[in-house]
């Protein structure tokens, strides 16, 4: 038995021996057909023809190649891969690469299955480019390869059956012409794993060079992380596109964004990102027309969007609305949402901010700093017309706390401002609840205000405001705002100091011309300064100012009412023409002398009582109180009319306990000369005067002129005995000649009858 052990050893050994011979004769007999069988089944003669025809059903377009080899560890090597574009493309070549390599799966060669695990694209270069309908060549030519997957026999499938696909060191060229868009890209990589037309697979893309973007030249890097979902390129709802990670750098500014879109032909999608700093010279840098002083604090973007059809049953979107686009740059934010109509681009929006700071608004705009702007606003702007050509339809703002400084002087202080206004600013409405406006050293404070943009009307409801002290209530009109072509004003005052109200008005004449660059001429006579003071062209006007109380150290009055109606009121006035009346009392005048000396117009109205005052006290033998100090009347009421700047006093009458008094005449403004007469009388009988200076009853009464110089009139007495009823005739007559003043009412509210 011990002798049979060898035997058995050697039998084991040769039959191992024996296998192992067998088998690698197998294998090098395998090797050797399988070689054989490559050479025959994929020579270049035989994939060249087969390459061009399977890429051409890939692209459907004209394909053009170099070569094509076969190497076992690297697998199809194709060189000089040109794809024509379609006819009439701006650019001949739609891709072509300097390598394409394409490696199978040599197991699934064996047995009669071409599978790829890999295709790579060397150097490419691509050129899309968007056409007149819109449609992007790339999209087109998916859409026309669209189910063209079957085929016979061993023969090299589409691209996009591999699980693989790199692009490296592509060049890619995006062109559209609608939009103003030419960019070269290059640096391009673009790599897919486990590609899928029926599930999700990743993609990344990659490219840093230079592009060329609106005529300038830009140093780009970009990086994208994305999942795609193609549906097999099916009108599907699970078609879709995940952007993980989105990372662009412009010239060293980095921009990120995150989002996915679902259903690619009804899209709905979401996305938010962040942008960094930019300021006037980043925009131009980047092709944006923007003007020196503007910049954009760094921020965040959110945007949601969802896509209606135009049925149940279709796909075709019927319009697109913005859900919320949400925009946040430093202590700024907007708030936007709307809609746009796929077929005919219609849209409407609204975008709104709430609570910004003014004052921090020289951020953003960096000549707004030198107007001291502070407060806070609340805006909504609505929108409307084509995505081409986008029109604002509404817009408001709400400002609390307002101040802006304007040029030389002028400014709000501490307002609460709203505006709302539409198509423009054709028709707006503000209101303006407090607050103050200086100019020209004068304060506008207590504001409470309303103005209305009505069509080419200015509408102004309500203006109430306490200016030099005085409570100021005026209703208003501008018709033909643009021309200033008339004014309407109803305004009524609590009470009016004089003095004060002169020296605010000569400030602000002389301020106007110094901000016109004019010198104001020092001692000039009242009269010219009134005429010169008057711009070139004044519009006309129409209105009414009440006055409760008139107040000044030597003069006070109560119930002063002056109405008006002029046209053609410009420089010198020689063109002016129109009614206007006057009225006011009771009151009471001291210090007379002093009163003439200060205000000229007062004292033309003066001189008759003050030289009747001589007369009677002459007659008195009281030399001491020849002239008057004091006088209390009790009104004084005028009615004026105007043409070619000449106006004609239809009458004034005087009323007072110890005077009364009627004139009528005329006073030629450009050439500043008066020609009045008046008829006045003393109420109590007077003793020791001539017969022609007294009335039957006894009363002294003259009929004196007034004449020559309008700034100095010189007192002619005419010497006519005059009646006891001739100041009440006179006035009787007066009266005749008046005639009524517009319809005040109608006037201010823009009525075209007004």
């Given at each position: 038995m011990a002798s049979q052990k060898p035997s058995w050893g050697r039998a084991i050994g040769r039959f191992l021996g024996r296998s192992l011979a067998a088998a690698f004769v197998a294998a090098a007999l395998l090797a050797a057909g399988g070689a054989f069988w490559l050479q025959r089944?994929?020579?270049?003669?035989?994939?060249?023809p087969m390459i061009v025809n399977q890429l051409e059903r890939t692209f459907q377009r004209r394909i053009d190649i170099q070569s094509v080899s076969v190497a076992l560890h690297q697998g199809v090597r194709v060189t000089g891969l040109v794809v024509y574009s379609q006819p009439g493309a701006p650019q001949p070549v739609f891709l072509s690469a300097e390598v394409m390599i394409v490696k199978y799966s040599l197991p699934a060669l064996l047995q009669g299955r071409f599978v790829l695990s890999l295709v790579r694209l060397v150097n490419p270069r691509v050129a899309l480019y968007r056409k007149?309908?819109?449609?992007?060549?790339?999209?087109?030519?998916?859409?026309?390869?669209?189910?063209?997957?079957?085929?016979?026999g061993l023969s090299l499938p589409p691209l996009s059956a591999a699980d693989e696909i790199r692009l490296e060191d592509g060049v890619v060229r995006l062109v559209d012409k609608a939009h103003g868009l030419d960019t070269t890209l290059g640096g391009v990589f673009f790599s897919v794993d486990d590609f899928s037309l029926d599930k999700p697979f990743p993609c990344r893309l990659k490219l840093a060079g230079k592009g060329t973007f609106r005529g300038k030249s830009h140093a780009l890097r970009l990086e994208a992380d994305l999942e795609l979902m193609l549906a097999a390129l099916r009108a599907d709802e699970r078609t879709g596109l995940a952007v993980r990670r989105l990372k662009a750098e412009v010239d060293g500014r980095v921009f990120e964004a995150t989002g996915r879109v679902r259903n690619l032909l009804l899209p709905d999608f979401d996305a938010k990102g962040s942008f960094p700093a930019l300021t006037s010279a980043d925009l131009r840098e980047l092709g944006f027309a923007a003007s020196d002083g503007w910049a954009m604090p760094a921020g965040t973007w959110d945007l949601r969007v969802r896509?209606?059809?135009?049925?149940?049953s279709s796909p075709t979107p019927a319009a697109y609305f913005v859900d919320g686009l949400t925009l946040s740059a430093g202590p700024w934010k907007l708030e936007a949402s709307g809609r746009l109509g796929a077929a005919d681009r219609r849209l409407s929006g609204t975008v709104r901010t709430t609570a910004a700071p003014l004052e921090r608004a020289g951020e953003l705009y960096a000549p707004w700093s030198e107007h001291d702007l502070t407060g806070s606003l609340d805006a909504v702007v609505s929108l409307g017309g084509t995505s081409d050509a986008p029109k604002t339809t509404q817009w408001s703002l709400d400002m609390k706390g307002?101040?802006?400084?304007?040029?030389?002087?002028?400014?709000?202080?501490?307002?609460?401002?709203?505006?709302?206004?539409?198509?423009?600013?054709?028709?707006?409405?503000?209101?303006?609840?407090?607050g103050s406006y200086i100019a020209y050293s004068n304060v506008l404070s207590e504001l409470d205000a309303e103005v209305r943009f009505s069509g080419a009307d200015l509408v102004v409801p309500r203006l109430n405001l306490t200016w030099n002290g005085s409570r100021v209530k005026l209703k208003g009109c501008v018709r033909e705002v643009k021309t200033w072509g008339r004014v309407a004003v109803d305004a009524e005052v609590d009470r009016l100091r004089v003095d004060e109200t002169y020296t605010a008005v000569e400030n602000l004449i002389a301020q106007r011309m110094a901000e016109l660059g004019r010198t104001p001429q020092k001692d000039r006579p009242w009269a010219s300064t009134l005429r010169l003071a008057i711009p070139e062209r004044f519009p006309d006007m129409i209105g009414r100012l009440r006055v409760s109380e008139i107040a000044s150290p030597n003069f006070r009055a109560q119930n002063l009412?002056?109405?008006?109606?002029?046209?053609?009121?410009?420089?010198?006035?020689?063109?002016v023409n129109g009614h206007f009346q006057a009225g006011f009392g009771p009151g009471n005048l001291r210090n007379i002398s002093e009163l003439q000396k200060a205000h000229p117009l007062v004292n033309v109205l003066l001189i008759p009582y003050v030289e009747m005052h001589k007369i009677r006290q002459k007659s008195r033998?009281?030399?001491?109180?020849?002239?008057p100090t004091t006088l209390d009347f009790t009104r004084m009421f005028g009615d004026f009319s105007a043409g070619a700047g000449v106006v004609g006093v239809n009458f004034i009458h005087f009323d007072s306990q110890p005077f009364q008094a009627y004139t009528a005449g005329t006073a030629d403004f450009p050439k500043e000369t008066v020609d009045l007469n008046v008829i006045m009388r003393m109420t109590e009988s007077a003793q020791n005067l001539p017969y022609s200076m007294v009335d039957d009853q006894g009363r002294l009464a003259l009929d004196v002129s007034l004449v020559k110089d309008l700034n100095k009139p010189e007192v002619v007495f005419r010497g006519r005995k005059v009646g006891s009823r001739d100041i009440e005739k006179g006035l009787d007559e007066g009266l005749k000649r008046t005639r009524p003043m517009p319809d005040l009412a109608e006037a201010v509210a823009c009525g075209r009858g007004g």
């Open positions: 089944n994929l020579s270049p003669e035989r994939l060249r007149a309908d819109g449609l992007w060549n790339l999209e087109e030519m998916l859409l026309s390869s669209r189910g063209a997957r079957e085929g016979t896509t209606t059809p135009v049925s149940t307002f101040a802006f400084k304007f040029w030389n002087g002028k400014r709000f202080s501490d307002s609460d401002i709203t505006i709302r206004a539409q198509e423009g600013f054709k028709n707006a409405a503000i209101r303006v609840s407090r009412d002056l109405s008006w109606s002029l046209q053609g009121i410009a420089r010198e006035l020689k063109t033998g009281s030399f001491e109180t020849a002239v």
